[in-house]
């Protein structure tokens, strides 16, 4: 006799694990559409949106599962598999939007592009690298002694090659020359030579350290060329975020070395104009990051926001560009780097403008997913075309 409110206790448990584990999916794939409004919730964002295909499987999973759990419960049924069935659609949103980016993206580059022909599903058919990679950790230092680290990824053919030099982001005040050592080693494997190098940080070191850091950087790479099998005359620079505005600033600056080629990745162009027209949510605090890199505000140091803006360096003769960034960034508006385009474009400077509808700002550092890999092939069509490099 006691033990007849067994079945009734055994439901009520199947009813919440089965509404708590549905509330969870759906509020994990909600993030897809809601912006981040913390570091921490952009970092999640940038997760699930990137792997949002395998966060859709697991509502479709689950689905399953609630409709044999909930058997005796027709109300609560309902309302899970609606809310699953309407989440699983929402978590393919970026997916369903794949293919039409990819095919954008090789009417950007230019005929026969690759990107076109891209599918997420050949990441899983072909090898991440397409030979043998080695890596060597190389150690300079700054005009004022402060040290820097340069990684170096070489490829194994043989004799100079194109060279691309990356530049980390991270608000100019944190990130090292690890940070996508998954796509400089694709690139690296590719037939390219690639630099990741370093920079001083801010607030300990304003504008225009960090710019001077990247000069003597490829200054370094021209001196050391036969040595590292560098082709000093297809030479690209590739910036993620800060790294971004500061591969356009060493690309555009006159009296900075040559370069054949810039990658710009959700780069901020006009800092003046980053200051007033801020991102709704601001997760990072934008305002705090360009006085610490810059030393105050606009009103305050307002030579040094002008100097610091790739925007004021437009004019004609500046290499190919490549532009990169997410419709839903929340660090860098999306409508800065379309103005940048538009001004490029103007100025009649080869400008190549990709814009991945589903994305947020850091996209490509997520490994494997459907933003990192739109990334790295985009990049190498770009990197190709650009460089003169035949396959």
């Given at each position: 006799?006691?033990?007849?409110?067994?079945?009734?206790?055994?439901?009520?448990?199947?009813?919440?694990?089965?509404?708590?584990?549905?509330?969870?999916?759906?509020?994990?794939?909600?993030?897809?559409?809601?912006?981040?409004?913390?570091?921490?919730?952009?970092?999640?964002?940038?997760?699930?949106?990137?792997?949002?295909?395998?966060?859709?499987?697991?509502?479709?999973?689950?689905?399953?599962?609630?409709?044999?759990?909930?058997?005796?419960?027709?109300?609560?049924?309902?309302?899970?598999?609606?809310?699953?069935?309407?989440?699983?659609?929402?978590?393919?949103?970026?997916?369903?939007?794949?293919?039409?980016?990819?095919?954008?993206?090789?009417?950007?580059?230019?005929?026969?592009?690759?990107?076109?022909?891209?599918?997420?599903?050949?990441?899983?058919?072909?090898?991440?690298?397409?030979?043998?990679?080695?890596?060597?950790?190389?150690?300079?230092?700054?005009?004022?002694?402060?040290?820097?680290?340069?990684?170096?990824?070489?490829?194994?053919?043989?004799?100079?090659?194109?060279?691309?030099?990356?530049?980390?982001?991270?608000a100019w005040r944190a990130g090292d020359p690890s940070q996508g050592a998954g796509v400089s080693r694709t690139l690296a494997s590719s037939g390219y030579t690639v630099a990741s190098i370093d920079y001083r940080h801010a607030?300990?070191?304003?504008?225009?350290?960090?710019?001077?850091?990247?000069?003597?950087a490829i200054v370094l790479l021209r001196d050391s060329a036969a040595a590292w099998s560098i082709d000093t005359t297809r030479i690209a620079l590739l910036g993620r975020s800060a790294g971004g505005h500061l591969a356009e600033?060493?690309?555009?600056?006159?009296?900075?070395?040559?370069?054949?080629?810039?990658?710009?990745?959700?780069?901020?162009?006009?800092?003046?104009?980053?200051?007033?027209?801020?991102?709704?949510?601001?997760?990072?605090?934008?305002?705090?990051?360009?006085?610490?890199?810059?030393?105050?505000?606009?009103?305050?140091?307002?030579?040094?926001?002008?100097?610091?803006?790739?925007?004021?360096?437009?004019?004609?003769?500046?290499?190919?560009?490549?532009?990169?960034?997410?419709?839903?960034?929340?660090?860098?508006?999306?409508?800065?780097?379309?103005?940048?385009?538009?001004?490029?474009?103007?100025?009649?400077?080869?400008?190549?403008?990709?814009?991945?509808?589903?994305?947020?700002?850091?996209?490509?550092?997520?490994?494997?997913?459907?933003?990192?890999?739109?990334?790295?092939?985009?990049?190498?069509?770009?990197?190709?075309?650009?460089?003169?490099?035949?396959?």
């Amino acid at each position: 006799m006691t033990r007849a409110p067994a079945p009734r206790r055994s439901g009520a448990f199947a009813l919440g694990v089965a509404l708590l584990v549905t509330a969870l999916l759906v509020l994990a794939s909600a993030m897809v559409l809601v912006p981040p409004r913390s570091m921490g919730m952009l970092l999640l964002t940038v997760g699930i949106t990137e792997y949002s295909p395998l966060l859709a499987l697991a509502d479709l999973v689950w689905l399953l599962v609630t409709w044999r759990l909930l058997r005796g419960h027709r109300t609560a049924r309902l309302a899970a598999m609606t809310a699953l069935l309407v989440a699983g659609g929402v978590a393919l949103r970026p997916l369903w939007r794949f293919d039409r980016t990819a095919h954008a993206a090789s009417a950007a580059i230019g005929p026969d592009a690759g990107v076109a022909r891209y599918s997420p599903l050949d990441a899983f058919r072909t090898p991440a690298l397409q030979g043998a990679v080695r890596e060597q950790a190389i150690a300079y230092r700054a005009a004022d002694g402060a040290p820097l680290r340069l990684r170096l990824y070489h490829g194994t053919l043989p004799g100079s090659r194109p060279t691309v030099v990356v530049i980390y982001g991270g608000a100019w005040r944190a990130g090292d020359p690890s940070q996508g050592a998954g796509v400089s080693r694709t690139l690296a494997s590719s037939g390219y030579t690639v630099a990741s190098i370093d920079y001083r940080h801010a607030p300990a070191a304003r504008f225009p350290a960090q710019l001077d850091d990247v000069r003597r950087a490829i200054v370094l790479l021209r001196d050391s060329a036969a040595a590292w099998s560098i082709d000093t005359t297809r030479i690209a620079l590739l910036g993620r975020s800060a790294g971004g505005h500061l591969a356009e600033l060493a690309a555009w600056t006159p009296g900075m070395p040559a370069v054949q080629a810039v990658v710009a990745i959700y780069a901020p162009f006009d800092l003046v104009q980053g200051y007033r027209d801020l991102p709704a949510p601001d997760p990072i605090d934008v305002r705090a990051v360009l006085r610490d890199f810059l030393g105050g505000s606009p009103a305050e140091q307002g030579a040094r926001y002008r100097d610091a803006s790739p925007s004021t360096l437009v004019r004609a003769g500046l290499p190919p560009t490549l532009l990169l960034y997410g419709a839903r960034d929340h660090v860098v508006k999306p409508e800065f780097n379309r103005g940048a385009a538009g001004r490029l474009r103007a100025a009649h400077v080869p400008v190549m403008q990709v814009e991945v509808p589903w994305a947020e700002h850091g996209f490509d550092m997520a490994p494997g997913g459907l933003g990192a890999q739109l990334a790295v092939q985009v990049i190498t069509d770009f990197l190709d075309r650009a460089l003169h490099v035949t396959r």
